[in-house]
């Protein structure tokens, strides 16, 4: 099963310490690169200006822990990258307990997780480390260390251009920016290398596919900033695609116009597939959407997802793993859900029957000859969408219509085009 083998790629990737820059992500990319082969791989100084930001310097980590009074090493880097505070400056001494707790975050509501923070922008060190072993921590001295790096490096993502038919482009795009987490994280990148497979497998594509992997936030502008101009001609509709491993429920966040195809689509296919799914607002984002969408940007990208960032209470923690919150069947749902969603973006054309009046269906062999009560229900089907296809109404469209799954009119399509009696408008 499909997802047992992304499930499986979660896990070769589960380990590597990735950030918003730095050797995890580089090493995150040719892992991803081993699946797609033609995947470029950019790199975007430090200190260049990306709209209103600036390319942070690289980040790298040797080692990180500290020493309990009685010897004990905790909060050991080697053993979970959670442990250390994101982009933690070097440091190196010796502080007593209340010292060192300035520099130490945990969740007295979760006491079990270790909690993700991060300092970006900010020169500071810390440790992350549970509320429970915070409270068994006892007066006395305290060894830190802190042995990173901060350096003029390089910022990294990687892009994917897939050529179909037509230059107008769907756009995808995912976060490579995290730490140990498996929805948060893991889910999106390993989602996303496979669909891409799938589109790169396809005999012919009706758009072209750009697909790529960014640290979030950053990255995404820094790839807007190169590309924004030429999206915003090319790209008809597209997906940030984040937390969609679990198997808990679906959810949708819409664009910032929230009437776009992307959104369109996304709710047909989440009607048909979960029909109680969680529907968000634009003011519940939080991932690279905001970029995609900010004003001035305006590209028609929604987002599928599963269960939402901030919406799950494993979030941001060491609890979100790939036992108990990403599965198998969940990365299965996932990648179905934005699967779909793409066909129907695919096949979404408008047709126009070429002939006046009823087409004789019978002398075709697509009707029956013998009339009878009741008449057969993919007959009725076929009828039914015919009689729409004025030239005017596009297949999703239609598929709502008739309130069926548009999935459920590909076949019919495809006989009535081998019959040459449906053609798609122009």
């Not at 195809?261 to 597939?273: F, G, Q, R, T």
Request: some cysteine; charged content about 25%.
């Amino acid at each position: 099963m499909i997802g047992d083998e992304i499930h499986n790629f979660a896990r070769e990737l589960w380990s590597i310490n990735r950030s918003i820059t730095g050797e995890g992500v580089r090493e995150t990319l040719r892992k991803i690169n081993n699946h797609l082969q033609n995947m470029t791989i950019h790199s975007v100084s430090s200190g260049k200006k990306v709209f209103d930001w600036e390319i942070p310097k690289e980040w790298h980590v040797n080692e990180a822990h500290i020493i309990t009074p009685n010897g004990e090493k905790i909060c050991d880097f080697s053993k979970n990258n959670l442990h250390l505070l994101g982009y933690s400056i070097p440091f190196e001494g010796k502080l007593l307990l209340k010292e060192l707790k300035k520099h130490l975050y945990s969740l007295p509501e979760q006491p079990n997780a270790i909690p993700y923070i991060t300092s970006y922008y900010k020169k500071e060190w810390g440790f992350c480390i549970s509320q429970n072993d915070l409270n068994s921590l006892k007066d006395g001295e305290y060894k830190v260390k802190v042995d990173s790096k901060l350096f003029k490096g390089k910022l990294n993502y990687g892009e994917l251009i897939i050529p179909g038919k037509s230059k107008k482009e769907v756009f995808l795009s995912t976060y490579i920016c995290h730490p140990s987490m498996a929805n948060n994280e893991l889910s999106g990148i390993t989602v996303t290398t496979f669909l891409a497979k799938w589109l790169l497998g396809l005999k012919e594509r009706e758009f072209t596919y750009r697909i790529i992997f960014v640290p979030e936030t950053i990255g995404s502008l820094a790839y807007l900033s190169k590309n924004y101009k030429e999206m915003k001609k090319k790209v008809v509709a597209g997906f940030n695609i984040s937390c969609i491993g679990d198997n808990r429920t679906f959810s949708y966040l819409p664009s910032r116009n929230s009437k776009t195809i992307s959104d369109e689509v996304a709710k047909h296919v989440l009607n048909w597939i979960y029909p109680n799914y969680k529907r968000y607002t634009w003011l519940d984002r939080g991932s690279d959407e905001r970029q995609y969408c900010s004003p001035g940007i305006d590209l028609p990208i929604a987002s599928i997802l599963r269960s939402k960032y901030e919406e799950y209470p494993e979030y941001h923690t060491s609890l979100d793993n790939l036992e108990d919150v990403v599965t198998p069947e969940g990365l299965m749902g996932g990648y179905s859900a934005i699967q779909k969603a793409l066909e129907l973006i695919e096949k979404n054309k408008t047709y126009k029957l070429k002939v006046l009046g009823e087409p004789h269906m019978s002398k075709r062999k697509l009707y029956p000859t013998i009339s009878t009560k009741k008449i057969d229900k993919q007959i009725k089907l076929m009828m039914d969408f015919m009689s729409l296809c004025d030239g005017n109404n596009s297949v999703l469209k239609i598929a709502n219509q008739l309130n069926v799954p548009a999935w459920d009119l590909y076949d019919q399509i495809d006989q009535l085009k081998s019959y040459n009696l449906i053609v798609t408008k122009n």
